[in-house]
């Protein structure tokens, strides 16, 4: 028999659940997930008022939520609330959801608030973000375990309460869990990339007063330029217009050799024949021929680099050929109709890489009016002569532009450099080679460049007086704020300021912060030149004296030993020392930045370089700038280029790269003389 209670509908189940508010509709009603699952749960406008309206900002919101299913499964919201910690129900539900459910399944239903608040309550043992695999651990019964705690430490509901509200939304906490690692000092290394990581997803989010963090005085140098991109105003700008400035230097000074080689035409060849041209009347040697040849496409490419400057470029050379003119005597090239410039080929050694052969000069060149001749100087790599055709020994070799320079210039560079600060240079009687500083690009070589460089030092100029600031300051290449007049005006104190640790690997190729800054000092107006670009240049004296200066920065290399060989993947904990040595271990051995070239003076054969890329110390050398002295005093076929070429070679960290940037500071470095003041 039918009753009527047999045909009565049933009334649908309801569960809770915790959910997370995904969306309001303009119209009043919204959705929200379920925590731990992927359940959508619909909220009408009923729903919706009674956790605030649509203008409470909801979105983001935990909420506890009594659910009912259709006849489809899609769930709906009967009853709702804001989740509230201090009922034990909620709590429960938040609890047994989080404990239950992958970490990874729970951070992407609202990103990791319930896991921070269950760690947040949890023992020490657990409380650290490694915590989030363990809340997926089979067996565990982190519920109950968790539901003890709150109830053992009434104390501390309040502040647990007000971390849930800061972190509502699911916006702060992993700044606020990296904060905490980096504060605890555990796995630092990590620690710091989590909270870079954390500020570059929601630069937003930056916490009020950060700028004031006392740990930035502690941050390696890589997190300060990753944070610093987010925090200095227009260094971003600054760096990419120096990159580009970098790269386009670097493409018209450095040439495809074989390329090179392959353009070369049949007058070119037939040149070549008349300058190896025997006197006996026998063929010559094909060695011969290749330096020959390869003398010609250094011509080519001193020709195609001043061309690439803008500057009008006339062949001379070829005109021996036809023999209408004798200017091939005394010039190679001819710029502009008014200057004459005879090409120098340096061709490096057979297995010599970028060292290169003695570099002859029998005497600086006058055309016919008197005017001297500029020397272009080129290196080229070892040549040979197969087939008929000129080819190198390596794939991808390449033909390099060191510069120009001339007898007036070279004399007054090696007048000023003799005894300066020390460092002697000895010439000999007779000028037979050039050393490695007498080369320098023109000035239109360095327009881009400057124009970057005047721009940083803007940014620079109006950073605030915070200890991040400070901090991003300290990492600048000691000698670049040296000779901006850095010194003490750079180095604006903060409030709470301390002493920077000389165990953060900053500077000059991990060199202490501030080391040579502080020893240098301000730089005084007496020592200043114009520059080019409107910028600053150093006088010699002066420039001598932050090359010593930076050179003494740098500490020796210990004996080899066990102890500073770290085996692949191993933890490398030396209390004080980690930083300096992480970061002289992260350049590539080629690239380790040397004291000398850093400071935009020379490069000696490689003697200061092993002081810069190589291990912590376990004491101070007692004379650190010895070596330099030493190397720059050695005659001059010791004195050989950097591989960007010459003597402007300063390597710093500013933005991060996987590789150094090469900064060309000789105009604000090495400075061209200038009037009897710099002589």
């Avoid at 309001?24 to 929200?32: D, E, L, V, Y």
């Avoid at 570099?359 to 080129?378: E, H, M, T, Y």
């Avoid at 940083?456 to 670049?480: D, F, I, K, N, Y």
């Amino acid at each position: 028999m039918i009753t009527p209670d047999s045909v009565r509908p049933k009334r649908p189940s309801t569960r809770p659940l915790v959910a997370c508010v995904d969306t309001i509709k303009p119209r009043g009603f919204g959705f929200a997930q379920a925590l731990g699952s992927s359940e959508s749960i619909f909220l009408n406008e009923g729903r919706v008022r009674e956790l605030g309206g649509p203008d409470a900002g909801l979105p983001g919101m935990l909420v506890t939520l009594t659910v009912a299913a259709d006849a489809q499964g899609r769930l709906a919201a009967a009853k709702a609330a804001p989740l509230r910690l201090d009922d034990a129900d909620a709590a429960s539900l938040l609890w047994a959801a989080c404990g239950g459910v992958a970490a990874d399944l729970a951070c992407g239903t609202l990103p990791a608030v319930p896991p921070l608040l269950v760690m947040a309550m949890a023992p020490a043992g657990i409380a650290r973000p490694a915590a989030l695999r363990a809340l997926a651990a089979p067996g565990a019964d982190l519920p109950a375990r968790l539901e003890a705690f709150w109830a053992a430490r009434p104390n501390w509901r309040p502040a647990l309460l007000a971390l849930f509200g800061e972190l509502q939304g699911g916006r702060a906490w992993p700044v606020g869990w990296a904060v905490r690692d980096v504060e605890q000092a555990t796995e630092n290394a990590a620690a710091w990339a989590r909270l870079c990581a954390a500020l570059e997803a929601r630069p937003r989010d930056w916490p009020a007063g950060f700028d004031a963090w006392p740990h930035w005085d502690h941050a390696d140098a890589a997190s300060i330029q990753r944070v610093g991109l987010l925090r200095i105003s227009n260094s971003r700008v600054a760096g990419q217009q120096f990159a580009a400035a970098v790269v386009e230097q670097r493409r018209r000074t450095v040439m495809d050799a074989a390329r090179l080689f392959e353009a070369l035409t049949p007058d070119d060849h037939a040149l070549a024949g008349l300058w190896c041209r025997r006197s006996d009347g026998n063929d010559p040697f094909p060695a011969e021929v290749a330096q020959m040849l390869t003398a010609r496409a250094a011509e080519k490419a001193a020709a195609a680099y001043l061309n690439g400057l803008g500057l009008a470029v006339a062949d001379v050379a070829i005109e021996q050929l036809a023999g209408s003119t004798d200017a091939w005597r005394v010039m190679d090239l001819n710029v502009d109709g008014m200057h004459g410039v005879d090409v120098k080929n340096i061709r490096r050694s057979k297995y010599g890489r970028l060292q290169s052969s003695r570099w002859k000069v029998k005497r600086f060149k006058r055309d016919a009016s008197g005017a001297p001749v500029l020397l272009c100087g080129v290196s080229s790599p070892h040549t040979k002569l197969q087939y008929g055709a000129l080819s190198s020994q390596d794939f991808g070799d390449s033909v390099r532009i060191l510069g120009v320079t001339s007898a007036g210039e070279f004399a007054g560079l090696r007048r000023a450099f003799s005894h300066a600060g020390g460092i002697t240079v000895r010439t000999g009687e007779r000028l037979l080679e050039l050393p490695a500083w007498a080369w320098d690009y023109p000035i239109a070589h360095y327009r881009q460049r400057d124009a970057a460089l005047l721009q940083l030092r803007e940014v620079v100029a109006g950073l605030p007086s915070t200890r991040l600031a400070e901090r991003w300051r300290r990492g600048l290449p000691a000698v670049l704020l040296a000779l901006w007049g850095g010194g003490a005006a750079a180095s604006r104190p903060h409030a709470g300021a301390a002493a920077p640790s000389a165990a953060v690997g900053d500077g000059l190729g991990g060199a202490p912060a501030g080391a040579a800054v502080g020893v240098v000092g301000p730089v005084r107006a007496a020592d200043m030149g114009p520059g080019a670009g409107g910028g600053p240049s150093l006088r010699p004296g002066r420039a001598a004296a932050v090359v010593r200066q930076s050179a003494a920065a740098f500490p020796p290399r210990p004996e080899p030993g066990r102890r500073h060989v770290a085996r692949p993947g191993a933890r490398h904990r030396r209390p004080g020392g980690d930083a300096a040595h992480a970061a002289a271990r992260a350049w590539p051995p080629g690239c380790r930045p040397a004291a000398a070239a850093a400071a935009g003076l020379v490069q000696p054969d490689g003697a200061v370089q092993w002081r810069a890329g190589g291990h912590v110390p376990r004491r101070p050398a007692p004379d650190a700038a010895g070596p330099l002295r030493r190397a720059a005093s050695r005659s001059h076929d010791r004195l050989r280029p950097p591989p960007p070429g010459v003597r402007r070679a300063g390597i710093v960290r500013l933005w991060p790269v996987d590789l150094p940037e090469v900064w060309d500071l000789h105009r604000y470095a090495l400075c061209r003389v200038r009037g009897p003041a710099a002589a």
